[in-house]
């Protein structure tokens, strides 16, 4: 029985954090009032002209370099033909002849180590409106609020062979972006966005077999079923004896299949020419290393430094180091408290804990991180408990209050008083005569049941260590 190899490469769509669009003024917040984000050039008025946005090359600047990419000095745009009503002018400025980058890398983790995927280039584009599908009123409208939303498209060479591959590179690319702040790369917003294009061919041919190009996947567990998918459908065809057709496909999630949309178009077809409206764009070797100097640490450096200087565990340091908000919060924390280690621990614990149970994402997570090293600082003081100091940290969490005040308040503070703390533990000894005796014939397992009564008792409000000596100072007595 034949063997195949599945071989994917990307073109993912990333839109650009700038204020505005790129070749006007409008303003490119996501979920406005359809189109109320929209002026005559981004919505392709006759005699408009568009004025480029040097933020929108900045960004893509930064993001060419982190991806190891050759940078073209000269480059310029084209015009990309096409109809279709989401796309007003009945063309789309992008760049084909001398896009921006060229010729990069980035590295990936693989059960076989790590790989390089290749970029084959990044390009400069704007993105197209939004079709809205009224099945009630058997109508289509169109939001041109994202219209001229600027794009970078980075396109990959065919290097992957499986989901997982593909998943990884995606999430080296989402946490690239987000680092360098170019991008938020919320999937769920549209603003990361991947086509696959995918074809199967016998294992050890060097012929690439013919590819489809996937389109409508805006999730990572979608783009992985999409994958499976289509090579089990391709690898059907070849079996039987049929021939692959070069085209579109659309995946549809919800029923796990794909359908064809339209024959797959190659660069001819879209009549591509030099943009007249716009003049070459020429980037200085000053502005290049200007952009290189600001480049920020990125997720690899932080985490090598994580483990160098903060004594974290690699797994600690990998997972810390995900999200570049998270990580800016968990540093602040263990700056101000003054123990990385510490710190660490109660982000793996805590924090993720919560952001668990409340569906939080990394960037939402909003607390103060002095309020967290303040809380820390009282943990190792025993000034509360940690049992409470959980219960402080969920209102920090939540409502980002000042853990002081609100533990005063809440009469959380461990409780000072020795003849409180005594006269409670001889209640209980008292209660349990029968664990009392073991205790007494030198069974010392029992003081954990104790320990526990007596915190239990005090609600929290007692130190568990200062509660096992005054235990201990109690049961010597009654042993006397």
Known sequence: MKQYETVIGLEVHVELSTKTKIFCGCSTEFGGAPNTHTCPVCSGMPGSLPVLNKKVVEFALKAGLAANCQINQHCRFDRKNYFYPDNPQNYQISQLYLPICHDGWVEIDTPGGSKKIRIHEMHMEEDAGKLIHDEW??????????????????????????AEEVISYLEKLRCMMQYLGVSDCKLQEGSMRADVNLSVREEGSGTLGT????????????????????RERQTE??????AVIQETRRWDDNKESSYAMRSKEDAKDYRYFPDPDLPPVYISNEWIEEIRSSLPELREEKKQRYQDKLGLSPYDAGILTESRHLSELFEETARLCGNPKKAANWFMVEVLRLMKDKGTDPEEVNFTPKHVADLLKMIEKRTISPQNAKKVFQKIFEEDLEPESFIEQAGLRIVEDTGLLTEKINEILDRNPGPLEELLNGKDKVSGFFVGQIMKEMKGKA???GVREALNKEVEKRKN
Do not use: H, W
């Open 211 to 230: 590819r489809t190009e996937m389109k409508n996947l805006n999730s990572f567990k979608a783009i992985a079923r999409a994958i499976e998918g289509e």
């Open 137 to 162: 009123e058997d109508c289509s409208l169109v939001d041109y609020n994202r219209s001229g939303v600027p794009l970078i498209e980075i396109v990959s060479e065919p290097d992957m062979r499986n």
């Open 237 to 242: 065809l070849l079996e039987e004896g049929q």
């Open 463 to 465: 130190d568990p260590a």
